[in-house]
């Protein structure tokens, strides 16, 4: 039932570095495989961007062991890579933190997850198989 309501659907994530987050995103990868993406809200450290932070702290964390172990390294990386995207951003800022660069990455995803909801409905329109209501949160 879940899976069905969230087939499709692309997802903007909060707090995926971490402990309940890190879970989450485990978890809808596992067990919802037609999850469109799962866009992840992700701030820079002093350190690290916030695509380093995705590989270091969520990818490399044990929560993904097992999937890693079901799926193997390469086509847990293929997922990874085909469902996950960072949107480097901090909530408690004004503007969400956004650089210029995060802002078009932002209108980027916009479009292209408006062009895949064209051609999904393109597509259920011409197999008439069921009704496609597809709500994005980016
Ligand atoms: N763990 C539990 O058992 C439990 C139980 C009930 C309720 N909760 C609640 O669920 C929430 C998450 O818990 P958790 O254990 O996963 O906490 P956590 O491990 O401390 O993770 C907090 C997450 O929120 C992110 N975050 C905080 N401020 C942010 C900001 N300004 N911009 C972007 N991201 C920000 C953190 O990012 P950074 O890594 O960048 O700091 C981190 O990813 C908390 O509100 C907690 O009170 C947790």
Redesign the pocket.
């Known amino acids: 039932m879940i899976e069905e309501g969230l087939a499709g659907k692309t997802i903007l994530i ?8 890190k879970s989450l995103v485990e978890k809808l990868l596992r067990s919802v495989p037609s999850v469109a993406r799962l866009n992840l ?3 820079s ?1 002093s350190r690290r961007s916030a695509q380093e ?1 995705l590989e270091r ?1 969520v990818l490399a964390s044990p929560a993904f062991r097992r999937l890693k172990e079901e799926l193997g390294e390469d086509a847990f990386r293929r997922l990874a890579e085909d469902k996950l995207a960072v949107l480097e ?5 004004p503007g969400l933190g956004l650089s210029e660069a995060g802002r078009a990455e932002r209108r980027l995803l916009n479009d292209i997850d408006k062009k895949s909801t064209e051609a999904t409905r393109k597509a259920t329109l011409t197999t008439a198989k069921c009704d496609i209501r597809h709500t994005s949160v980016v």
Request: aromatic share 6%; no cysteine; net charge positive.
């Open positions: 909060t707090g995926s570095t971490g402990f309940l987050g809200a992700i701030r450290s932070r702290e951003l901090d909530l408690g800022r």
